[in-house]
């Protein structure tokens, strides 16, 4: 028998739902004022106890949502999902939005936390992944300059222990891990990918794939993002680099294209 | 603060520093007389274990002495329950009892007994219960439905059952009525004193369960005479796992598995003579609590509900008949009631939605008549014996603070009208 799903609540979903940072409303006035469009995203039934409107302020030349609101007769797991999701699409694009995952927001919900989401809720962050469908289909045509996705903050969790001890497959394995986990579902909301080439006692070199390998920031921001990432994640020591042979044949291809 | 309200334990994901648990509807954290009561029974002398009935029979005296408290608490049991006067003048009609190992059991036990003495030897094979029954009810019929028996349910309009729509299901194929007196959580009151002649006039079974009703408002037993009457004792404080069953002189009780001379042969397995003297005293607490129940709590309710109806969003959901003094519903417009105790729990008071063996306290409204989208806005709170002013101040500003936080989320409501 299992306890009372509310006792098994994640403590950073407790955090959210004691303080709803993102609940309200914007109006067609507010967008006016600000030269801005209101789009709205609706799901669910009042009457079924499942109902919840996503609005945000849009940018109608960059396509990118300034400003999330949500109104919802819902349960708390729902709430909670909109108000992660409010908070993480604020800032992106829409088409960015688009991509977002249910292991995102679980992992918005989870982070720092010892328990994981409960299993039988999901279908809530399922709900609020509908929500935000319905009001990225209501962007369609604004346009979107390509723009790579601000990476959200490192959280600190625990080192791969004793990584120095591990055989090459095995730090592999867990480097991949975290990959997966915390890098790899924060690219591919920009169509990116990546994937581990090589490592060499702490050199670790990764091939992009996808967006990424016509984007600037793969060797900018990004690379930095993920450097720190596994840092953070795996060990200290670890240093990143793109695997630049890979990159540079990309770009001839392209150039000769032109 | 006052008595009721506690330093709350260390956790990082509640913040509050006192707790007040206005939640217990259905079961409530033993007495401490109820348990001094038990434990006065344990005979630390052999080895500590419990007194039971059959322990050492034909062996030793302690046997006589042992039979001897069982059928005194069982007469104090029945005397506290005004039990004692019903019937002829030197012998009550409600002499037998037996302890159970819960509120359900007893049900079970009810249903099962009419079902193998009477449904299956006369062919009437029909038990009225009501659609807002809690689960044991359902559960315990549903068992039985593959062997034949006919569940009718009973609609319930604004306040209690539909009386007419009673009626007309009770048929010369009716063998069991089966009821709670009181609702649990909404705290509504069915007209038992008109369904109890009803039965009568037609001679068929009555079954009452007096888990909410005990000690919190005035049973007519004289009237009523019902056939079998359970009761959760763990509602009252009683250690738990705890319930009692108390037939009528003629009525058919068999056990629901046999083996074991204890308790008449009416119920199998050990019968615990601490746990029977712990119930002893909580439904003497219940009975004593009467006025402080009826006349104290009932006013602070009322003075709750008219705190609360300051807020112009609030809804409150009760019962056009008699209800229980120390039950409150209520709700806040547009938000939901699953919301809104998580929120109120994070600040430290809990409350009731249903659930576990009672009904879902947004089905039990809707049934009642009101629109399942406000229905679902309500949470059910019983107030405790014993609340002072101060913490009853405490958490009107709690409610307040919450329902004023979640208001956020329905502006769309009031600035732009669906």
Known sequence: MKPFVWNRYPEKMCAVLKELKFAGLLTSEEAEARLLLLKKGEIGEKMLGNWAKIYALIDPNEGIFLSCRYQAFADSALVAALDVTCGFIEGKNYLQAQRITGEIIEQLLTEESSESFPKELKEHINLAILCVDALTASCEGIPTPSTPLPMPGVSAAGRVEGFEMLSKEQKIKAIEGVIAQDIRPFIELDQGGIEIKDLTGYKLTVTYAGACTSCPSSIGGTLSYIAKVLKEKVHPSLDVEPDLEALASLYESQASLY | ?418
């Open chain 2, 1 to 418: 603060m006052g008595r009721l309200l506690r330093p709350r334990h260390k956790s990082k994901k509640r913040t509050a520093l006192f707790e007040l648990f206005l939640d217990q509807h259905g079961e409530r954290a033993p007495l401490q007389e109820a348990l001094s009561a038990a434990m006065a029974c344990i005979n630390f002398e052999r080895r500590g274990t419990y007194e039971n009935l059959f322990s050492g029979l034909g062996l030793n005296c302690k046997h006589a002495e042992v039979l001897n408290k069982w059928n005194f608490s069982l007469k104090a049991i029945v005397q506290h329950l005004g039990l004692n006067i019903i019937g002829e003048v030197d012998e009550s009609i409600y002499s037998s009892a037996i302890l159970t190992s819960s509120g359900a059991e007893a049900i079970c036990h009810v249903h099962q007994s009419v079902y193998f003495s009477e449904m299956r030897e006369t062919g009437k094979n029909h038990v009225l219960i009501l659609s807002s029954s809690p689960a044991p009810f359902h559960s315990a019929l549903a068992q039985l439905e593959p062997l034949g028996i006919v569940i009718q349910q009973v609609k319930t309009t604004v306040g209690s059952i539909d009386l007419e729509d009673f009626e007309s299901k009770l048929t010369p194929r009716t063998a069991l009525v089966s009821l709670p007196l009181h609702d649990a959580l909404i705290g509504s009151a069915e007209p038992i004193e008109k369904i109890a002649k009803m039965c009568h006039a037609r001679h068929i079974a009555l079954h009452i369960d007096i888990s909410a009703s005990l000690g919190r408002s005035y049973i007519d037993f004289e009237t009523i005479r019902p056939d079998y009457i359970t009761l959760c004792a763990k509602a009252l404080g009683a250690p738990f796992p705890s319930g009692l069953l108390i037939k009528k002189k003629d009525a058919n009780l068999m056990p629901l598995i046999s083996g074991d001379p204890s308790q008449s042969g009416l119920r199998a397995g050990g019968a615990s003579l601490p746990i029977l003297k712990g119930v002893e005293v909580a439904i003497k607490n219940a009975q004593d609590s009467f006025y402080e129940v009826t006349m104290e709590v009932a006013h602070q309710k009322a003075m709750l509900k008219q705190k609360l109806a300051r807020n112009e969003r609030i809804l409150f959901f009760e019962s056009s008949t008699e209800q229980l003094p120390d039950v409150l519903c209520f709700g806040f417009k547009g938000i939901k009631g699953e919301l809104f105790a998580h929120a109120l729990s994070m600040e430290g008071i809990y409350v009731s939605l249903g659930g576990m063996n009672l009904p879902a306290l947004c089905q039990l409204i809707e049934s009642k008549g009101v629109d399942f989208a406000e229905a679902q806005t309500a949470v059910s709170i019983r107030l405790p014996v014993g609340l002072s002013e101060s913490e009853l101040d405490w958490a009107v500003e709690k409610i307040f603070e919450v329902a004023e936080k979640l208001e956020g989320l329905d502006r769309a409501n009031q600035e732009e009208p669906r």
